[in-house]
């Protein structure tokens, strides 16, 4: 099947649809005026703040105890969270040669429509438009809405509702803020980068004075303890690589990057040396002042840190975490809007969703459809199960697609590629991927079957709204064609 080229359109004169060339038509002249497309805002430090602000969320603050478990001691934990940071890079590395050489924004569905075509393409979107953008997005806002609370409810239980009422008001405030402008997305991003690296430094450097003190006696005999199954390690490695996710959310945005073949590389390379760093000096910290034992048994690590080592002070802590949780929502949103945005022009989602508005020049439509979705999420069911139904998804296509990368470079040798790495880092992240999708199966083949029959509905769905030409004309009118 051939797909028609979505034909340019203006609704009301504030919307026009984002083709590469499209161009606001002239009222008094007939003359086209300036082409109404993304603007390429995204300089290399808001590139930087897109990647760390939206890879350091909660987990590290809260509950870093999953790798501890699977592990067994301390030293193995340690290198654990060094060698995902090592293993994630790989990963970063792969998609930054894909973003030189592919300059279109959509990350994951792009690079999946370019190795393997529309199919597998659109079952990737329609994955993440229904389920695990909104269940994701629900999950950090509920962190976000409990930690912001946190300083008024210190002596009892906080209400699940004012919870789902303040968080609500975030998912709500960060639409908003996508949909207006570009710029101050990308500002409040930076701003909010810089409050989740000072709410690290705020553990890192009381840590590193607790071991300049000679508080060395939780790394004593580090390898010592439970030994590690042969089922518990790569658990351990999926616990890190989902901390560490979010590395490829830059590429989603790539025709808004300024000289892409320079800083999608050097954004990506700065930001996951920062978050690895970062990560494991934490995690130094934390064992200088509290055990091993004593941090699989805590609810929220950072808390029981800085109640020990800073008093009072302490209550700054939460609103560190609830910062750091705004800040992933708003990377979050703003990255994954540009997929939907990108598979509506290619036509693989109604066309509304292609529309730029014409002043704001923002995926408007793109960003705004996300909302109700959420909201329905934040309100219903248990979100983390349906994010353990659906995270072995992510790691499946992220997998296809640095497979992809291989492919491509036999399908298409002469394709240019202003940053190439060696091929041995796409297999071994590949086969990363790939070996731990297959483990999930074997480990939990209840929740992961739930989550493989999901997906696969995107195969039924692909020939029913793309394929199938004859569809009565309201099913055209609701698809907007």
């Avoid at 894909?98 to 370019?114: M, P, Q, R």
């Avoid at 490695?237 to 959310?249: L, Q, T, V």
């Avoid at 730029?356 to 959420?374: N, Y």
């Avoid at 139904?389 to 992809?404: C, E, H």
Wanted: glycine share 8%; proline share 5%; aromatic share 12%.
């Amino acid at each position: 099947m051939v797909r028609k080229a979505a034909v340019m359109t203006v609704s009301n004169g504030s919307y026009l649809q984002g083709q590469p060339n499209s161009r606001l038509p002239s009222m008094d002249s007939g003359q086209p005026q300036e082409k109404v497309v993304l603007k390429k805002k995204v300089t290399l430090l808001r590139g930087i703040s897109i990647i760390i602000g939206t890879i350091i969320g909660a987990g590290i603050f809260i509950s870093p105890k999953g790798i501890l478990k699977n592990t067994g001691s301390v030293g193995m934990s340690l290198t654990v969270w060094t060698a995902c940071g090592i293993l994630s890079l790989f990963g970063a590395l792969c998609y930054a040669e894909l973003g030189t050489c592919i300059k279109k924004s959509g990350g994951h569905y792009t690079y999946i429509l370019e190795a393997f075509g529309p199919l597998p393409a659109f079952v990737r979107v329609w994955v993440e438009l229904l389920v695990i953008r909104p269940a994701a997005t629900a999950v950090i806002s509920l962190a976000f809405g409990r930690y912001i609370l946190e300083p008024f409810f210190m002596q009892c239980e906080i209400p699940e509702l004012a919870i789902k009422l303040i968080t609500a008001v975030g998912i709500t405030l960060v639409m908003v803020l996508n949909s207006t402008s570009v710029s101050w997305s990308a500002r409040i991003q930076i701003f909010l980068t810089f409050c989740k690296l000072v709410a690290i430094l705020i553990i890192i450097v009381p840590g590193v004075i607790q071991l300049i003190k000679g508080e060395t006696q939780h790394f004593k005999n580090a390898f010592a303890g439970n030994d590690a199954s042969i089922m518990g390690l790569p658990l351990a490695f999926y616990s890190g690589m989902y901390a560490y996710s979010g590395w490829f959310y830059l590429n989603f945005v790539t025709e808004e990057v300024e000289n892409p073949e320079k800083n999608i590389p050097l954004a990506i390379c700065i930001s996951m040396i920062i978050v690895t760093v970062g990560y494991v000096l934490t995690n130094v910290a934390y064992f200088t002042t509290i055990s091993a034992g004593e941090l699989l048994l805590s609810k929220a690590v950072a808390v029981t840190f800085a109640e020990r080592l800073m008093g009072s002070f302490s209550l700054a802590v939460p609103v560190f975490v609830a910062l750091s949780c705004f800040g992933s929502m708003n990377g979050g949103i703003f990255a994954v809007s540009r997929m939907f945005f990108v598979a509506s022009r290619e036509g693989h989602l109604p066309e509304i969703l292609s529309m730029i508005h014409v002043r704001k020049h923002t995926p408007l439509p793109a960003v705004i459809v996300l909302h109700p979705l959420t909201m329905i999420m934040l309100f219903s069911g248990d979100l983390y199960s349906l994010l353990n139904f659906l995270s072995f998804a992510r790691w499946l296509f992220i997998g296809l697609v640095v497979a992809g990368l291989i492919y491509l470079r036999y399908k298409r040798p002469d394709m240019p590629r202003p940053f190439k790495v060696p091929l041995f880092i796409p297999a071994l992240f590949s086969f990363t991927c790939l070996f731990m999708v297959a483990l999930s199966l074997y480990s939990d083949p209840v929740n992961t079957g739930i989550g493989f029959t999901i997906t696969l509905t995107g195969v039924p769905a692909y020939y029913l709204f793309i394929v199938w030409d004859k569809k009565p004309k309201w099913f055209r009118k609701l698809l907007g064609k």
